[in-house]
């Protein structure tokens, strides 16, 4: 609530959030960093977050290994290396399975929610075409 009333004034305008049509946290995920961070709690996006990460880190480490890529080296084969491989990545992450296609786009299906702010209260309006929940 501390959001919508910052943000009163745009009472009539969207906020579109993405999600991926899926739970959360897989349990093992959760447990194992319940293990490694007592206390502290997984928040919104975490997961995704994680394994984002884990992504960039393969597709990095593939593409140095490769030669195709030289640690401190800044240049743009380097960065289309790491482009490239990211769409052979297959991982299991915290979010599940983790795959891209061809073109290094997700295999995820994201479900995109558009809500409005009607009377202080965030309201759903529709789902982004292409991205309702299947």
Do not use: C
Request: aromatic share 10%; charged share 20%.
């Amino acid at each position: 609530m501390p959001f919508i009333r910052r943000y009163a004034p745009l009472e009539d305008t969207a906020h579109v959030q993405d999600r991926i049509a899926r739970p959360t946290f897989r349990p093992d995920y959760a447990n194992a960093f319940k293990r490694l961070y007592p206390g502290v709690g997984l928040a919104d996006y975490d997961n995704e977050a994680f394994d984002a990460a884990n992504v960039l880190i393969q597709a990095t480490m593939q593409a140095i290994k490769a030669g195709q890529l030289h640690p401190g080296a800044v240049d743009r084969a380097g960065r289309e290396a790491v482009a490239r491989n990211i769409a052979a990545i297959h991982l299991t992450g915290a979010t599940g399975p983790v795959s891209f296609d061809r073109n290094g786009d997700t295999s995820i299906h994201a479900v995109i929610s558009v809500f409005k702010v009607v009377n202080g209260v965030w309201t759903f309006q529709q789902y982004a075409p292409g991205y309702a929940p299947q």
